[in-house]
């Protein structure tokens, strides 16, 4: 696609809900990055997929998040007993590699909030 | 490990004005990337400017420029001819440049820039 797309837009689920954030990165780009954040703060590094595969899950808070990229495309950010501590806006990036020059690109974020 | 601080919550400028958002940074690396992103309501972040440790012109893009200081630390952005839809947070972010490195971005708290007609 033209950009990076995540869906749904916002989210509102109840707490000890199970919920998945999609995001569907640039074409052809192979580096895709899910950031965190939250009220009055920067993104924060969550996870990292080189590929297929999670390269990097030092950001992840606990392990009630988890990731996926089957295909190498399209990630989705799955979060099990969503606490109200989770909501936040949840942003996804995409870039052609990890190379240090490679500008990353966001999409429009999912608004997580947990009642 | 880096960090990124902007200490100016808020700014706001006149139309066709100047403004300058402070940024700097704590690292022990020398070749790193630094960058300024900006985040209307909509959310999504835009890069305004990259600059790259190794050089030292200071870069620019139309009405956006940086004041580069390698020595000091600080990765300051000019706006210059301030519009109205320039009204948004503005993260100063930081990448290593290192091998090993997922280059994921490391970013300040952010600056709110409110511009007045």
């Known amino acids: 696609g033209a950009g990076v797309s995540q869906t749904p837009s916002n989210k509102v689920t109840e707490k000890g809900k199970y919920v998945e954030l999609r995001c569907d990165p640039i074409s052809g780009h192979t580096a895709l990055y899910w950031y965190r954040q939250s009220l009055g703060q920067g993104p924060e590094f969550l996870i990292y997929?080189?590929?297929?595969?999670?390269?990097?899950d030092s950001g992840l808070p606990n392990d009630r998040f988890f990731a996926v990229r089957p295909e190498g495309s399209v990630s989705t950010l799955k979060i099990q007993r969503t606490e109200r501590g989770d909501s936040a806006v949840y942003l996804c990036?995409?870039?052609?590699?990890?190379?240090?020059?490679?500008?990353?690109?966001f999409g429009q974020g999912t608004r997580l909030t947990v009642v | 490990a880096q960090t990124v601080t902007q200490s100016q919550p808020e700014m706001s400028v006149q139309e066709a004005e100047t403004v300058t958002l402070s940024c700097t940074y704590d690292t022990s690396e020398s070749d790193y990337y630094l960058f300024w992103y900006k985040q209307p309501p909509s959310r999504q972040m835009i890069l305004v400017i990259r600059q790259e440790a190794y050089k030292q012109q200071n870069a620019t893009e139309n009405r956006f420029s940086v004041n580069f200081q390698k020595a000091a630390k600080s990765f300051s952005l000019k706006i210059s001819d301030s519009q109205l839809g320039d009204a948004a947070m503005y993260f100063c972010a930081y990448r290593t440049s290192s091998r090993g490195s997922q280059g994921n971005l490391i970013f300040g708290k952010g600056t709110k820039l409110s511009v007045k007609p």
């Open positions: 990036a995409s870039s052609k590699d990890r190379i240090r020059s490679e500008v990353a690109f």
């Open positions: 997929f080189q590929g297929t595969g999670a390269a990097d």
